[in-house]
Each structure stands twice: as structure tokens, then as C-alpha cells.
């Protein structure tokens, strides 16, 4: 098994649409995630870490469950410069961040 | 807002050369790791470093691969003998000690021929 494995895409939306993201990890001890954007041949941006309890920022909502192993990104009210690879990224003990194929996603106008 | 800075942007370099990759962190981080990402795939990680010693690596990491904080403010990452399969985007990171807010740099894209 994968130890983040993603849906690779890619996500052809409209603009205005909410689109959701799924990500799984294999290690249950794992205690922090996050999601990160990259944008064509550029580095990885943090989008937003992901908490227990869900949280959102903006038109961006992060949920974890920690029994299945699951972490998902909502996006509401899609722009065009959403368009990006959304990326699940797991922190693996205090240093290493392992990081999923990503998302590709295109919001068409 | 404070930046990770990587020098060069592109580097092309002959199978079996040396190449030195630079990176300028954030002046207050104490973390700092390299990354790698091959064209199409994940980014993976190669090494952490903190207090002048790596701590942890990856398998990718082998003895081909070194890094060096040589004068307090500058952190590199050599590849000795460069492969055909070393091209790839080269990031990189550092943090704060404490959150696990990682900065990225833009990146060094090296292409082996």
C-alpha cells in the first residue's frame, strides 16, 4: 500500500463548482497532515494543515479521520486560479513530509 | 514575507560531473531538509538536516549525495557523479523549530545528459 495515495485526476470543473479532494495514508501513527497546491513546474505551496476537528479557511475546508485513515479537501466556489495539483502530504515522525502524487485539477471558465 | 532562496534555476551538467546545489533558507530557521521531484511523479525526500548534521535520510541518499552548511547562512546539496536518473526538481525546505510550517524554495531544475 501506498504510504499517501491520491486520486490522480485529473478534475475538469466549471467555474463556481465545489469539487472534492480524498487522500489515504498508511501509517496510523502519523499525527500531522496537511494539503499543499503546486502549480505547473513550481514549488509546493502550504494550502492549509488539516486538524481533528476539520477546519476551514476561506472558501477551503480540510476534514481528517483518523480511523479510516482519510483526509479530504472541499473546495466551495471554484476560481480559475484554483487551478492546480492539490497535493496530501502526511508528516512521518518529527522531519519527513511524505507527500501524494497529487490532484490535478482545471476549473474552466 | 521571508523567502527560501535556490541558486541556479537550471542546471545542465554532463553524466558522472559534480554539481553543487544552492540554497539560501530563512535566516531564523533551524530545519533544513532537501527534497526531489522527477518530472511526473511525487516529490520525494532526500534529506533533514539540523545542528550541522543530517538527520535523517532517505534511500535516495546515497553516498553520491552530500550536503554542507559551510558558512552559517548557505546550505548545498552535492551530487558527485551525476546519473541520467538524478534529473529532476530539486526543493529546497526550511522551518521554524517550532511549528512544522515548511517553506520551499522556487527550486533547481538539473538535467543530466
Known amino acids: 500500500r501506498k504510504e499517501v495515495e491520491q486520486d490522480p485526476g485529473p478534475f475538469n470543473v466549471p467555474e463556481g463548482a465545489t469539487v472534492a479532494f480524498n487522500c489515504t495514508y498508511s501509517n496510523s501513527a502519523s499525527q500531522s497532515f496537511f494539503w499543499y497546491r503546486q502549480d505547473c513546474r513550481k514549488e509546493p505551496k502550504l494550502l492549509m494543515s488539516?486538524?481533528?476537528s476539520g477546519n476551514e479557511d476561506g472558501r477551503f475546508t480540510a476534514q481528517l479521520n483518523r480511523a479510516s485513515q482519510y483526509i479530504s479537501l472541499l473546495i466551495r466556489d471554484s476560481k480559475l486560479s484554483d487551478s492546480a495539483t492539490y497535493l496530501c502530504?502526511?508528516?512521518?515522525?518529527?522531519?519527513?513530509?511524505?507527500f501524494g502524487q497529487g490532484t490535478r485539477l482545471t476549473i474552466n471558465p | 514575507e521571508p523567502e527560501v532562496t535556490q541558486t541556479p534555476s537550471h542546471q545542465v551538467t554532463q553524466m558522472g560531473q559534480e554539481v553543487i546545489l544552492r540554497c539560501v533558507p530563512i535566516s531564523n530557521h533551524l530545519y533544513f531538509y532537501w527534497y526531489r521531484q522527477i518530472l511526473g511523479q511525487k516529490v520525494e525526500f532526500l534529506v533533514s538536516f539540523y545542528n550541522n548534521e543530517i538527520s535523517e535520510k532517505s534511500e535516495i541518499f546515497d553516498d553520491q549525495f552530500s550536503v554542507e552548511r559551510p558558512d552559517g547562512s548557505n546550505f548545498t546539496l552535492k551530487i558527485r557523479s551525476t546519473k541520467l536518473e538524478d534529473s529532476a526538481m530539486y526543493f529546497c525546505?526550511?522551518?521554524?523549530?517550532?511549528?512544522?510550517?515548511?517553506?520551499f524554495g522556487s527550486g533547481t531544475r538539473l538535467t543530466v545528459v
Open positions: 488539516v486538524y481533528s
Open positions: 502530504v502526511v508528516l512521518q515522525g518529527a522531519q519527513k513530509l511524505v
Open positions: 525546505a526550511s522551518r521554524e523549530v517550532a511549528n512544522y510550517g515548511y517553506t
